[in-house]
C-alpha cells in the first residue's frame, strides 16, 4: 500500500496561492498591506481625537470603534504577511479575509460622512481606501481561505456591520433630527419706585434663564429691551376702517397690538435696551441664570405704558464648540468689516454691534473635512426695538443671505435656537396718578 507523503498528513488544508516568489504574489500583498497599514493610520488618527474630544457619547463610541478597526487592520497586516509567505498560524488567511472587510465597512461609512464635507481631500481618500480594500477582501477570498465555522464567522460580521450601521446611522442621521431641548426665558416685574424727589421711577425687572433640557447651550447674545407706548382711548367705537389701519401696522412694524374697539395703538418707542447675559457664556443641563435690570423713566414720561421683552441666542454645546470668546468685531455705522445686508439695515435706522468667534465641529471627521467656520453675532438695535441675529459661515461669506433650507440645515446642525419672551405689558397710569 502506498504512504501518502508527509507533508500531506497535516490537518488544515492546503490553499490555493500563487508562488510566493512570483511577481503577481508580492504585487498583491503589497497593495493589500498598503491598504491596510494606511487604514491602521488613518482609522487610529481619528479615532483617537474622536475618543478624546468628540462632544457626544456616540462621538466618542464612533472614536472608540475606529481604534478598534485600527488595531484589527493592525493585525491583518500581519496575517497578510503570514498567509502569504510563513505560513505559521493556519487561520492567518481567516484573519486577513476579517480585516480586509472591516476595512471595506468603515472606509466605505467614511466616503458617506465626508461626501458632505467641503474638500475633496479626505473624499478621494477613503473613496480611493474604499475601492482598495473591495479589491483586497477578493484577493484575500481567491486564494481559497478555509474559514472554520463559517455560520459562525458570518453571523459575527453581521453583527459587527449592523452595529458599526446603526452608530453610524445614530450619529449622524437621528440624533440631528430628534426633538429639540428649549430653554425657557422667564420675566416678571417688580414694583415701581419713586425717586426721593418724585421726579423719576424705576421699574425692576427679573430675567431668568432655565435650562430643562439634557444638553447644555452657548449664550451667543441676548438682549432686553423696553418699549414706551402711547394709547389713547377713543371717545366712541372706532371703525372697521381703523381696525385695518392697525393691521396694517403689525406689518409694518412687527408689533403684537391687539385690535381694540377704544384703545388707538401707536408704534412703541425704544426706551431702552442691552445685554443681559455676557456674550459666548454657557448654561448647563439643569442649570439656571438669573438677572435684575432697572428701567428708570421721568415722572412726566408722555408714554402710557411699557412693553418688556427679552431674547437669547442660543447654540447647543454637543453640536459645535466655540473657541472663546465671542470678540468684538466691527460697529455698523464705521463700514469696516461690514456685510451688505447689514449696511442696508444701517440705512433703515437699525445699528448693529458685530462679534465673532471660531466654531468647531463636534466630531474629528467633521472637523478636517470642512472649512473652518465662524459664528457671527449681530446685536441689533433701532427706534423700533432690538433683536439678536446669528449666522454661520466660513470666512468671506458673511455676504451671503441664506436660504429657508440652508438656515434650517444650520439650525439643525449647530442646534441654534432663539428664545423669545414678551411682549409683557405693564401700565403707568397707577406711577403718574403719584406725581
Partial sequence: MRIPPRHQSRSHPKVRRSPPGTPWSRVTMTVILLVLLTTTLVMGWFGLEDFVHALTFPGRLTGAVLIAVAFITFLGAAAVVDHWWWHSFPYSGVVALISTFAALLTNALL???????????????????????????????????????????????????????????????????????????????GDPVLSQDRKEFSLPVDITLKNQGNVGFYVLGTEFHAMGERVPLSAKDRLRQQWRTDAEQWSKFQEMNPLSRRKIHQPGEMVEARPWMPFGQWIESSDTFATRVMVQLPMDTPYDQLAFYATASLARKDRLALEPPLQFKAYSWNGKGVPTWVKKGQQQGLDSIIYRARVHENNAIDERARDPRYVTVYWRFGTHGANVATSIARKGEEDHVPTGEERRALVSRYGLVDVITGPIERSLWDVKSRR
Avoid: C, H
Fill in 111 to 189: 466616503v458617506v460622512e465626508t461626501a458632505r464635507g467641503d474638500t475633496a481631500f479626505y473624499l478621494a481618500v477613503f473613496g480611493a481606501l474604499t475601492v482598495g480594500s473591495a479589491w483586497a477582501v477578493f484577493a484575500v477570498w481567491r486564494t481559497a481561505v478555509k474559514i472554520p465555522a463559517p455560520k459562525r464567522v458570518a453571523a459575527a460580521l453581521i453583527v459587527s456591520s449592523a452595529i458599526a450601521i446603526a452608530n453610524f446611522g445614530y450619529q449622524n442621521l437621528y440624533q440631528p433630527y430628534q426633538r429639540e431641548t428649549r430653554p425657557l426665558i422667564e420675566m416678571s416685574l
